[in-house]
């Protein structure tokens, strides 16, 4: 079992900046990659980037070269780093651990979630 808490979501205005962290205990071990998602009411959710055990990295292409994801103090805190946000980022941001070793950005290879936290970006 992996248990993930999200933490860091808050109101920002366009073109601003936050920092989302994910604290993951558990069974680490047996995590392939890490992601984070995103959902807005009425539309499924949506992958944001993930991050693999080897430390590749995969983005969806409406937020490279804004958003990066890292690893923190080893593989127990999981980052994401958003910039220039847009109000299209806003929604609840999920943090998400895949056994697969580096998967598709989906969130059908994701077993373990966090409850989220909400990102809201006005223009």
């Known amino acids: 079992q992996v248990q993930l808490v999200e933490s860091g979501g808050d109101s920002v205005q366009a073109g601003g900046s936050l920092r989302l962290s994910c604290r993951v205990s558990?069974?680490?071990?047996?995590?392939?990659?890490m992601g984070w998602f995103r959902q807005v009411p009425g539309k499924e959710r949506e992958g944001v980037g993930l991050?693999?055990?080897?430390?590749?990295?995969t983005y969806a292409d409406s937020v490279k070269g804004r958003f990066t994801i890292s690893l923190d103090n080893g593989p127990d805190t999981l980052s994401l780093q958003m910039n220039s946000l847009k109000p299209e980022d806003t929604g609840t941001y999920f943090c998400?651990?895949?056994?697969?070793?580096?998967?598709?950005?989906?969130?059908?290879?994701?077993?373990?979630w966090g409850q989220g936290t909400q990102v809201t970006v006005s223009s």
């Open positions: 991050i693999c055990r080897g430390l590749k990295t």
């Open positions: 998400a651990a895949s056994d697969d070793y580096c998967p598709a950005l989906s969130s059908v290879y994701f077993r373990s």
């Open positions: 558990g069974y680490i071990a047996k995590i392939g990659a």
